[in-house]
């Protein structure tokens, strides 16, 4: 288990950026999302298949499982799959899960790689996450983004617990 992918990241749900703030990230990539989570078949192992891109520079397809281990850190399996594949693996979808539709905007502050996500469902509230080497590390925040708390390990902001509710709430 020592030698499997990990994903080591905070989370922070922050006020919604404007139109134009977002066109003002810093040398920002915008990209669409569609997320989709599947039936379990292992238990506290998440499975998901991702569809993103945009319709000018195309689509790629990912399939992902998730394995929580400690506060902020997961064993993350991913690998791009073809477009017959995830047709193939969204008759597996959770019934209880609705798609996560979101815009992702990735872009770095002070040496710090970012990814900002605007849900379909939220008017008012988004989330920030930073992946990092270790949770304890110092994360610098952009001073232009409003954050409102961190929710690193809030299981009520990950996205497996959006597609239930379809909702962020300051709670």
């Given at each position: 288990m020592?030698?499997?992918p990990r994903e080591i990241e905070r989370k922070?749900?922050?006020?919604?950026?404007?139109?134009?703030?977002?066109?003002?990230l810093p040398q920002a990539n915008r990209s669409?999302?569609?997320?989709?989570?599947?039936?379990?078949?292992t238990e506290n192992t998440?499975?998901?298949?991702?569809?993103?891109?945009?319709?000018?520079s195309g689509y790629r397809y990912y399939y992902t499982e998730k394995t929580p281990v400690s506060f902020g850190e997961k064993i993350e399996i991913e690998r791009e799959i073809s477009e017959n594949e995830?047709?193939?693996l969204l008759k597996e979808a959770d019934p209880e899960r609705k798609p996560i539709i979101k815009e992702r905007y990735c872009f770095n502050y002070k040496n710090q790689f970012f990814?900002?996500?605007?849900?379909?469902?939220?008017?008012?509230?988004?989330?920030?996450?930073?992946?990092?080497?270790?949770?304890?590390a110092p994360v610098e925040l952009p001073d232009f983004i409003g954050i409102i708390k961190d929710v690193t390990n809030d299981n009520r902001?990950?996205?497996a617990s959006l597609a239930r509710t379809q909702k962020?709430?300051?709670i």
């Open positions: 020592k030698d499997l922070y749900l922050i006020i919604r950026p404007t139109d134009d703030e977002l066109r003002s669409e999302i569609v997320q989709v989570y599947l039936t379990y078949t998440s499975r998901r298949v991702r569809k993103r891109g945009t319709s000018k995830y047709d193939t990814e900002l996500d605007i849900y379909e469902f939220s008017k008012d509230l988004a989330t920030l996450e930073i992946e990092l080497d270790d949770i304890d902001y990950s996205n962020l709430n300051i």
